[in-house]
């Protein structure tokens, strides 16, 4: 071997001793597992809102199993369009993710024209919470259960003044109309104080309203009719469900995280795990309880299964009261 050989060939060897440990260092990077780096969760209100509170509520305990930071930013504005939009065109490596009041996005993309499509971009991780919607007639009423209400209306048509807030208190009344066959005249109103008022002052006959709200309607002589849930509140045990009337109504209220859709199969597993992990952790549980939050975990499949089933049921009455949005 000439001296020039040898000289390329030690100049070869070094070359490669320097390049060897920062090929594989990169390649460690590129490797290395998720998550690795802070992950945002996406509210779109503002801050101290039920959304927002069931955010931050879990924001540290999944912090601690993913061992990363996990942080919530607020994201308000066009009836959580905004921050439902921004999550859903996110980058889908898991460092985004959203939490949020379904149906709202369902609602939303239903009834407006949104650069969203929640089958598409979105991908459901989670429930935390479930309030279901009630019908509560206001004190003194001419009626106090559903069998009396039902007669009452149907022998007087659009006589009953029925108030709601927000699109899933008029979606609830709608189907509740619906499904007992009867006419009321809707009023809508601009948020739940003002309905609260309404029906407490007896300027309308009944509130298509949260569960939630059960306290102060109650406290002021108003009696729960109906409930639109999977069965019967624990607190009203003598209160039926729409579902005893023979319908699919269950229209809740839930709290979900979602992701963007398109993540890997180890970041969709990693969350979901984690999830899961923390859905009994206690703590976490009695801040949801001393929030007034119901409790009510639904994994993966779980919370799938019943975006698909609700998602017929509001399709149905969006499309059959198109004029009332």
Not at 26 to 40: L, V
Not at 128 to 134: A, I, K, N, Y
Not at 174 to 180: C, I, K, T, V
Request: hydrophobic share 40%.
């Amino acid at each position: 071997m000439t001296k020039l050989q040898k000289n390329l060939t030690k100049k070869n060897a070094l070359a490669f001793s320097l390049i060897t440990p920062l090929a594989f260092a990169a390649a460690g990077a590129m490797a290395q597992s998720y998550p690795s780096e802070d992950i945002t969760i996406i509210v779109p209100y503002s801050a101290g809102g039920s959304g927002d509170t069931v955010a931050r509520i879990i924001s540290d305990p999944l912090s601690e199993e993913l061992g990363v930071n996990v942080n919530v930013v607020n994201r308000p504005g066009a009836g959580a369009e905004v921050g439902i939009t921004e999550m859903a065109n996110a980058d889908p490596d898991g460092y985004t993710l959203g939490v949020f009041g379904y149906p709202d996005n369902f609602v939303v993309e239903n009834t407006r024209d949104v650069d969203f499509n929640s089958d598409e971009d979105l991908e459901f991780l989670a429930q935390f919470d479930s309030t279901p919607m009630g019908i509560f007639a206001k004190p003194n009423a001419n009626y106090d259960d559903l069998e009396s209400l039902q007669a009452y209306a149907s022998e007087n048509p659009n006589a009953v003044i029925i108030g709601e807030s927000g699109a899933l208190g008029l979606l609830s009344a709608l189907a509740f109309e619906s499904n007992l066959g009867i006419e009321l005249t809707e009023v809508r109103y601009g948020g739940g104080g003002d309905l609260m008022n309404a029906i407490l002052g007896q300027h309308i006959d009944l509130a298509s309203t949260s569960s939630m709200s059960h306290d102060p309607i109650v406290d002021g002589g108003g009696k729960p009719i109906a409930f639109a849930a999977a069965e019967r509140m624990e607190m009203f045990p003598d209160v039926p469900t729409m579902k005893e009337l023979g319908t699919d109504q269950v229209m809740e209220v839930g709290r979900v995280m979602v992701m963007p859709t398109g993540a890997s199969d180890e970041v969709r597993e990693t969350l979901t795990t984690a999830l899961d992990a923390i859905s009994t952790n206690q703590d976490m549980i009695d801040t949801f309880l001393e929030a007034s939050l119901p409790y009510n975990y639904l994994g993966h499949e779980a919370i799938n299964e019943k975006v698909e089933m609700s998602n017929r049921q509001f399709r149905e009455v969006i499309e059959a009261n198109a004029d009332q949005f």
